[in-house]
């Protein structure tokens, strides 16, 4: 007897699915659409020159040691992690009620905020849009969330925003959800609201009395500048709003391995903090006790150093310069070989991905026939282009639409 006997396999993930089938595959002009991870013109992992700078640096340092970080994190990281999303001059900062949590890269921040919520405040519903990155459900579900459900986000028809679902899936909402709202650069759409739409958004929100947990994976990565990827947590943290935002250093300081992220938390009044504080050191406590230092050391070193700081925005602006580049040259090709439909939405998309407009089976046969590996959902990551590759992928595409 095996108290594992009856146990049912899961479902795969499809992402690391399609990675592995990636790898396995041998044909010469195989492209890697699916991966969310940079990739130089050479189809390269890319490792900042300012993280092996800081690195270099921190291994000389001999005053560092092995020993814990307390449960909340290396503060001074958290610190300016949290200065970093909401701007020197955030109200919220000047009056010392926003605070960061060291956590374990986006996902673990989501997860710490998430539960949190759902085990501290007793929320029970929480609100997705539709689609989003694939990761939201499980994490908030597992977090002890009862109910998820989706507020409308993409139209299919136009590809771009459904503005008009979207506020009435908020205006619908029970008091007290939890609405999980993308920073900047939406996975997997690329298409984020304008202006206008977040202050009709943040005011529904104010009106119906709900939560808005941000999701900040790609500050700097989206238009290339720090300010302006976080322009939309800050007019909700200058309209008054308590919130919560989960910051990745995965893919604007490119460590995605290391763990690296923060959750910033917004409150109404400083009195508030230690009580808050208090139960997310429980939380953190029952769940992975204290988190890794090494990637929140890197940053710090970055960030608290003038010169080094602009050397990352430098490295920034290289990766969001290429992806641009590279919308604008697929957008190119399908155009002059004259693939079926309009393409301007390759490039009025912003951030690493796009939502291409191929359905399920045309992104299959992309797979299947051309080796050219996306989602089914029919999300490229724009990281996987090359000038190399670009002319290959547009002809794929074209193949499979005609
Ligand atoms: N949120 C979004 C929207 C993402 O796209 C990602 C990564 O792809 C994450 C969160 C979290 O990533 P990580 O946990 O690697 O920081």
Do not use: I, Q, R
């Given at each position: 007897m095996s108290w594992f006997a009856d146990l049912e396999q899961g479902p795969p993930i499809e992402v690391f699915a399609l990675m592995k089938q990636f790898a396995d595959?041998?044909?010469?002009q195989k492209v890697n659409l699916g991966a969310g991870a940079y990739r130089t013109d050479e189809g390269k992992p890319w490792v900042l020159p300012v993280v092996r700078t800081a690195e270099k640096a921190l291994a000389n340092?001999?005053?560092?040691?092995k020993e814990y970080l307390p449960i909340l994190g290396f503060e001074a990281f958290s610190t300016l992690s949290t200065r970093m999303l909401?701007?020197?001059?955030?109200p919220a900062l000047k009056e010392n009620r926003a605070f960061g949590v060291q956590c374990l890269s986006g996902t673990g921040s989501l997860r710490v905020g998430a539960e949190f919520l759902a085990t501290k405040l007793g929320k029970t519903v929480f609100y997705y849009s539709?689609?989003?990155?694939?990761n939201h459900r499980l994490v908030f579900l597992s977090a002890g969330f009862k109910e998820a459900r989706e507020y409308r986000y993409w139209d299919a028809q136009k590809r771009g925003l459904d503005i008009a679902g979207f506020l009435q899936d908020l205006k619908d909402a029970p008091e007290g959800a939890v609405i999980i709202l993308?920073?900047?650069?939406?996975?997997?759409?690329g298409c984020d609201p304008t202006r206008e739409q977040w202050a009709q958004i943040a005011s529904v929100i104010k009106e119906k009395k709900l939560f808005a947990f941000f999701d900040s994976a790609y500050q700097g990565f989206a238009s290339g500048d720090l300010d302006r990827d976080a322009w939309t947590v800050r007019y909700f943290v200058q309209e008054g709003f308590e919130l919560f935002c989960a910051q990745s250093y995965a893919k604007n300081f490119g460590l995605y391995n290391e763990r690296t992220g923060n959750l910033s938390v917004v409150l109404k009044?400083?009195?508030?903090i230690p009580a808050v504080k208090s139960q997310i050191t429980l939380i953190v406590r029952g769940m992975y006790s204290n988190p890794p230092s090494h990637g929140a050391r890197i940053v710090n070193h970055v960030l608290s150093n003038n010169e080094l700081f602009d050397q990352w925005r430098s490295n920034i602006k290289t990766m969001s310069s290429r992806i641009i580049d590279m919308r604008k040259r697929l957008r190119e090709e399908l155009e002059r070989l004259g693939a079926?439909?309009?393409?301007n939405h390759i490039t009025e998309q912003i951030g690493?991905?796009?939502?291409?407009?191929?359905n399920a089976e045309q992104s299959q046969h992309m797979v299947k026939?051309?080796?050219?590996?996306?989602?089914s959902s029919g999300r490229i990551s724009m990281?996987?282009?090359?000038h190399s590759n670009v002319e290959y992928v547009a002809k794929s595409i074209k193949e499979t639409l005609t």
């Open positions: 595959d041998d044909f010469p340092d001999e005053t560092l040691n909401l701007g020197d001059d955030s539709k689609p989003t990155w694939e993308h920073a900047c650069a939406h996975n997997p759409t009044s400083p009195k508030e079926p439909g309009t393409w690493m991905f796009s939502y291409t407009g191929l026939m051309h080796h050219v590996y996306m989602l990281c996987g282009l090359t």
